[in-house]
């Protein structure tokens, strides 16, 4: 079983997947000075070596061998297409290699259940790449405390044709079925959803809505084809209405103000007049309008310095391998539903 690892010792880590997502791992372990980045490995052992060669690392065309080098290897991050996510993970953590994997965990439910499994058996930390956890947004956004009833979220933006092995659910919408479970805490209670392919054989624009145990709707929309990016969330509790934009990075929460004797006067005002005249009521007295302080780091590089923590003091990861294990099994749901759904001509 793993043990606390020495604070003064960096952290010899491993890419795998020398793609945009590899590139970004291996720009910021390389910066970190708890890590010291060994390896990358892809099968196309020229995009390996030209991702490790400015890091002065070795480049490999396997984990086999990647472990071979490098037999004590402390941690390693998978950025490769979906797909494969399974049979790499299963080598490094039966390894006992400590393994973050990027979004989604894995392509199917039993797949990400069956890595839970193997990180749980060999005492690894595992965690899944929802880097949308560590956007500025969402850490500001979690330090209120929030009962959500109603949560909206649009995530949209232009075809890029990448991660065109899976559908719009899996590539964005996963994201906010992420941070929604975050704040909403509760198993899904029931789904419905639609959705259509335009570009390739999976859809590419997705709407669902999903009803949690404890009442609380949420109404998420995906989409690949839009013609600008735009990045919504508008969550409504009995307390507070909250308006956020990942993109921009901004966000407003706005809570009740009035004390319970005001807003017992203003809604018997309410109840008693057919017509009432509230055209003095000034609305901003009774609410305040909070903005969102936003502490403005890369969230790609505040989430693999939480995941060396981990590894590094065996604590529970800010994403776990059970969180990547229900985004992956409500996506599944939802992409059953698109594919149940019954339009007007069929």
């Excluded at 990400?112 to 899944?128: D, P, S, T, Y």
């Amino acid at each position: 079983m793993a043990t606390e690892h020495n604070l003064q010792t960096p952290l010899h880590v491993a890419v795998v997947g020398a793609g945009r997502m590899g590139g970004h791992h291996a720009r910021i372990y390389a910066s970190l000075p708890e890590a010291k980045l060994v390896g990358i490995v892809d099968t196309d052992l020229s995009r390996a070596q030209t991702l490790a060669q400015p890091y002065n690392c070795q480049a490999f065309t396997s984990v086999e061998a990647l472990l071979q080098a490098f037999p004590k290897l402390n941690a390693a991050s998978i950025s490769t297409p979906t797909i494969y996510h399974r049979a790499l993970a299963q080598t490094l953590l039966s390894r006992h290699i400590d393994t973050l994997i990027e979004k989604p965990l894995a392509p199917t439910l039993a797949d990400a259940e069956a890595l839970v499994a193997l990180a749980r058996k060999h005492a690894c930390i595992l965690q899944v790449g929802h880097s949308e956890r560590f956007n500025p947004v969402v850490r500001a956004l979690s330090k209120h405390t929030l009962e959500p009833r109603f949560i909206e979220v649009h995530r949209i933006s232009p075809m890029r044709f990448r991660s065109v092995d899976i559908g719009v659910v899996l590539d964005l919408m996963i994201h906010d079925i992420d941070i929604v479970h975050h704040f909403v805490h509760s198993p899904v209670a029931s789904i419905a959803a639609v959705g259509v392919a335009v570009i390739g054989q999976h859809e590419d624009v997705a709407n669902a809505r999903i009803v949690f145990a404890n009442g609380c709707v949420a109404n998420i929309t995906a989409s690949r084809l839009a013609m600008k990016t735009e990045r919504r969330m508008r969550l409504f509790s009995p307390d507070a209405y909250v308006s956020v934009d990942y993109q921009k990075k901004a966000g407003v929460v706005i809570t009740k103000t009035a004390n319970q004797a005001q807003l017992d006067i203003l809604q018997q005002k309410l109840a008693a007049e057919e017509t009432p005249d509230l055209s003095n009521l000034d609305y901003t007295e009774l609410v305040h309008v909070d903005q969102l302080e936003i502490d403005d780091q890369e969230p790609l590089k505040l989430q693999l310095q939480s995941f060396l923590h981990a590894v590094r003091k065996r604590t529970q990861p800010a994403v776990t391998g059970e969180d990547g294990a229900f985004a992956v099994d409500v996506a599944t749901r939802i992409t059953t539903a698109i594919a149940q759904h019954q339009w007007g001509d069929q």
